[in-house]
């Protein structure tokens, strides 16, 4: 049964951001330099901790209206931290009917076989039949909980904002655009609102957020404490990291373009997992959100 990294990204990276996003490899430009002019207050900081996770939420929908290639990379580590193995799977991503769908395209940056091809063109015309023959009632549904996770999703990362002490560390150029470089440590006594925000007192943080645009760019998540989840089926041991940035594209919308983690988990009292991730998007593509799916492979969406 394979591991679900991917859930384990998205709950790390969701602390501050509601969709896992990316690092690419290049360096700032120059490095964080506090400026008086530049300094914030507690109560600034977390405005823009706010805005940003709100537009945050917004890029999830644009997202929606573009396919692109991803590529995921798994490097399995053995208790001296010496690689073991490594596999990367590339998928075409893509919205059928407002459902976000994965094609396998390549293993180990090989093609697939016609075999396992067509078992990929089989599984995305199952997902086209499936949502072509939705009903009314049942299509409704499905919008209306996703909205709600959405809401969940937002009301989290406003409790983030509450949950820790925050200290500007400077403004940092990246690609040429200028950063509030920003520290985030749980606050000493904070009694968290939503059950799901127990676990921030476990985590610690620096986020780059675009100075004009008050969006994410770059975070950096790190697991200073043991956090457990499912009645202790699995435990995230300290020294988890993730780091994830995000690129902008058509200067419109800010989404994701690599990340990369350090994954050190313990499954049901038996197991230890350590891995290191890497995933990167790439080839953003926009659609016509009105393209109707015909064929097998086609994507649009009806909404």
């Known amino acids: 049964m394979r591991i679900p990294y991917a859930v384990l990204l998205i709950l790390l990276a969701s602390l501050c951001f509601g969709q896992v996003a990316a690092i690419s490899a290049q360096k700032a430009e120059a490095p964080a330099t506090p400026s008086p002019a530049d300094s914030l207050s507690q109560d600034q900081i977390r405005e823009i901790i706010r805005k940003s996770a709100d537009n945050d939420m917004e890029n999830d929908k644009k997202l929606r209206n573009y396919t692109y290639v991803e590529r ?15 596999e990367s799977k590339t998928y ?22 016609e075999k396992d091809a067509q078992k990929e063109d089989e599984k995305i015309q199952k997902v086209i039949d499936k949502r072509k023959n939705e009903s ?11 909205e ?3 809401e969940d999703g937002r009301q989290f990362i406003r409790e983030v904002a509450d949950a820790y002490n925050f200290t500007f560390v400077g403004m940092e150029s990246i690609d040429g655009r200028a950063n509030y470089v920003i520290d985030g440590v749980p606050k000493p006594g904070y009694v968290p609102k939503l059950k799901d925000a127990r676990i921030l007192p476990k985590f610690r943080f620096r986020v780059w957020i675009d100075k004009d645009d008050t969006e994410m760019k770059k975070l950096d998540v790190q697991c200073i404490d043991t956090v457990s989840f499912g009645l202790f089926l699995a435990r995230l041991h300290k020294g988890t990291r993730v780091v ?7 200067n419109e919308v800010w989404l994701p ?8 988990v313990r499954l049901a009292l038996l197991k230890n997992i350590n ?19 015909t064929t097998l492979g086609e994507a649009g969406t009806t909404q």
């Open 148 to 150: 709600k996770d959405r």
């Open 275 to 293: 891995v290191d991730v890497d995933v990167t998007d790439r080839d953003y593509k926009k659609f016509s959100s009105d393209t109707k799916i």
């Open 257 to 264: 373009e690599h990340v990369t983690a350090n994954v050190d």
């Open 244 to 250: 994830v940035e995000q690129t902008r594209v058509n």
């Open 92 to 113: 075409d991503v893509m919205e059928i009917y407002g459902e976000q769908v994965q094609k396998l395209i390549s293993k180990d940056d090989k093609p697939l076989s």
């Open 136 to 146: 009314a009632s049942d299509r409704e549904k499905r919008l209306k909980k996703e």
């Open 72 to 86: 995921q990379e798994e490097k399995h580590l053995d208790g001296k931290g010496q690689v073991k193995s490594t």
